[in-house]
């Protein structure tokens, strides 16, 4: 069974920056594309960033040019950093394993896990 498991959310001011990690065992982590997601109070859950088995990337519009997803593969990790943060981006982030990163479509091979609150505000 495979298990996700995400930290490094906080309380950061306006324009602060954030490292999320996300941890994945019982699975073979490199041959997957992985997502971060994020789920707002009263809001669907969205993919923010996904990256490919291979490396390539891709960003929701809203996180362009301000978050960097990458993987470390010997360490089965994937990180989210978040630059310029906005109160906007407050939220519970996930990860979870992809089967592609062609579309953004917010859906996850596994059970989500227990997620990290990412606060942004003054």
């Known amino acids: 069974q495979v298990q996700l498991v ?13 490292r999320l990690s996300c941890v994945a065992s019982g699975t073979i982590f490199s041959i997957y594309a992985m997502g971060w997601y994020r789920q707002a109070p009263g809001k669907q859950r969205e993919l923010v960033a996904a990256v490919s088995s291979g490396g390539i990337t891709r960003y929701a519009e809203s996180v362009k040019g301000r978050f ?7 360490q089965n990790t994937v990180y989210l950093q978040m630059n310029s943060l906005k109160p906007e981006d407050t939220a519970v982030y996930y990860c979870n394993r992809r089967r592609t990163i062609a579309t953004m479509e917010a859906y996850g091979m596994d059970s989500w896990g227990q997620g990290t609150q990412v606060t942004v505000s003054s």
Request: without cysteine; charged residues 15%; glycine residues 24%.
């Open 6 to 18: 995400e930290s490094g959310g906080g309380l950061v001011q306006p324009g602060g920056s954030l």
């Open 68 to 74: 960097t997803i990458s993987r470390d593969n010997a």
